[in-house]
């Protein structure tokens, strides 16, 4: 079944072997900066996503809505508990991270990255600086000058739709049909804001399966088309981040998956693309692992809206995976990075208790062409 038309894109994880410098510092224990940092500016949603990869941190009682840290006087607890990055911190901590030398700047989970209101600004001052940044949101709380902002001066942009018409979208994510229609508008403002721009962004809609909007995925190829966005990305949900799920394992219909995205491809044009990503899982669409140690989450740094730095994304929000605080001095991150207590945490990681590893394919890759040399890499 075929995953892409043109193996270099985005999505094909064997970009790792591109980082081959960060990922032989990390098997001698000189971890380099990180090249890119995923940043949580706020640990609130407007949606109720069924699979949410936040549901830890949004469904949590420990944090207390609305303070932000930096802004809450001196007490160590609620800078802790905070849940939104006062504007301050957010600039130092993104002025140290590319004095540092991170490359790339995601603004993503924990949330809704657009409920800070001061993220424009701080994309145009990493544009200036001549770095990347990205963005994944559910695209319904962006105004006229964040849209203006991302598209002018990001990487690329995903926005999380999971559904193929408004009513499906409602009852998915727990809110009324109209936040779909706010978010179809904005994908066409931004597609509309970029041709007239003429920049280099990525607009992507992103669909994520799940046994109700398994039935979908051709109908929301159709819209993400007709939007006029330059991909759609499909992958399955990960039920395994549902809080309190019991066990729960989505039994995925996976013939009429496979039926949905291969009359999905047809709908493929030079300017459209889709991305049915298949070599991060297993043909039933659950966890693949095809590595023994956790190795590459040094390749990124996640900082969180509480003011902690975790050991990766699909940890973020779990205190007993913080690796120390980036609140309120972000360089105390030089303090931990690549410290004893980072390196033991990573050789103490549990792969069992993993849920679905983002770095699965990166772990592999440091596996089998650094330590193993399968590739006989010293013969191009
Ligand atoms: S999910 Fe687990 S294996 Fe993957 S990077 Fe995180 S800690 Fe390591």
Not at 228 to 243: C, L, M, T
Request: proline share 5%; with cysteine; net charge neutral.
């Amino acid at each position: 079944m075929k995953e892409w038309t043109d193996p270099f894109n985005s999505f094909n994880s064997l970009k790792g072997l591109l980082y081959r410098p960060w990922l032989e510092g990390i098997l001698r224990g000189e971890f380099l900066p990180p090249i890119e940092a995923s940043i949580d500016p706020a640990f609130l949603c407007n949606l109720d996503c069924q699979w949410c990869n936040s549901h830890y941190i949004l469904k949590n009682g420990h944090h207390h809505e609305g303070e932000k840290i930096g802004e809450n006087g001196n007490s160590k607890e609620k800078h802790a508990n905070s849940r939104m990055m006062s504007r301050d911190h957010l600039f130092n901590l993104c002025n140290f991270l590319m004095d540092w030398g991170v490359q790339g700047y995601c603004f993503a989970g924990g949330g809704e990255p657009f409920i800070h209101r001061d993220l424009w600004e701080i994309t145009r001052h990493i544009a200036t600086r001549g770095f990347d940044t990205a963005f994944l949101t559910n695209g319904s709380m962006m105004d006229e000058r964040d849209m203006d902002t991302v598209v002018r001066y990001s990487r690329w942009i995903g926005v999380s739709v999971d559904a193929g018409n408004r009513d499906s979208y409602a009852r998915l994510k727990g809110v009324p049909p109209e936040v779909f229609d706010k978010t179809v508008e904005n994908l066409k403002r931004m597609v509309e804001l970029k041709k007239r721009m003429g920049t280099r962004i990525e607009i992507s809609l992103k669909f994520l399966i799940c046994p109700d909007n398994s039935g979908e995925i051709f109908d929301a190829t159709r819209l993400a088309r007709e939007i006029g966005v330059d991909y759609i990305h499909i992958r399955p949900a990960a039920y395994q981040n549902i809080i309190g799920n019991g066990n729960l394992k989505y039994q995925f219909p996976v013939s009429l998956i496979e039926d949905q995205i291969k009359k999905s491809f047809e709908l493929e044009t030079p300017d459209f693309q889709v991305f049915g990503v298949r070599h991060k899982f297993s043909p039933d669409m659950s966890i693949k692992r095809k590595f023994n140690h956790c190795l590459a989450p040094p390749l990124l740094i996640n900082c969180g809206a509480d003011g902690h730095v975790y050991l990766c994304v699909d940890h973020r929000g779990k205190r007993q995976f913080s690796l120390g605080t980036h609140y309120p001095d972000p360089e105390n991150i030089l303090t931990f990075w690549g410290g004893e207590k980072h390196q033991l945490m990573m050789n103490c990681v549990n792969l069992d208790k993993c849920p679905r590893c983002t770095f699965g394919i990166y772990n592999e890759i440091i596996e089998k062409t650094l330590l193993k040399d399968q590739m006989c890499r010293n013969f191009p």
